[in-house]
């Protein structure tokens, strides 16, 4: 069984930084590639950025590179997101995710938490 659960968020003003974390255990760390995605009412959900098995790689999208971070500690079993100069734009729920493919696709994740939501003012 693999439970995730995303806290961190909340409402930060416009270059503010909110660092995001995803609990799961240290075996679901070490057996799945982890990501993190985040979604708006109305549209659909957009890949952030994931970390492979090992975390000597990692994938982001283009619209939060060189703001957003991902890193992870397997022996805390713990996924981070570091979301730096943020806008209002990164306005979203944002959720973890684990899946087997070191991938953006968001169908090739099979688990997910329950969300935690990052409101950014202008």
């Known amino acids: 069984q693999v439970q995730l659960v995303e806290s961190g968020g909340g409402l930060v003003q416009a270059g503010g930084s909110l660092r995001l974390s995803c609990t799961a255990s240290?075996?679901?760390?070490?057996?799945?590639?982890m990501g993190w995605f985040r979604q708006t009412p109305g549209k659909e959900r957009e890949f952030v950025a994931a970390?492979?098995?090992?975390?000597?790689?990692?994938l982001t999208a283009d619209s939060v590179k060189g703001r957003f971070t991902i890193s992870k500690d397997n022996a805390e079993g713990t996924v981070y997101l570091q979301m730096d100069s943020l806008e209002p734009e990164d306005t979203a729920e944002y959720s973890c995710?684990?899946?087997?493919?070191?991938?953006?696709?968001?169908?090739?994740?099979?688990?997910w938490g329950q969300g935690t939501q990052v409101t950014v003012s202008s």
């Open positions: 995710a684990a899946g087997f493919l070191f991938t953006a696709r968001v169908n090739a994740y099979g688990f």
């Open positions: 240290e075996l679901t760390l070490r057996n799945y590639v």
């Open positions: 970390i492979n098995l090992s975390g000597s790689s990692t």
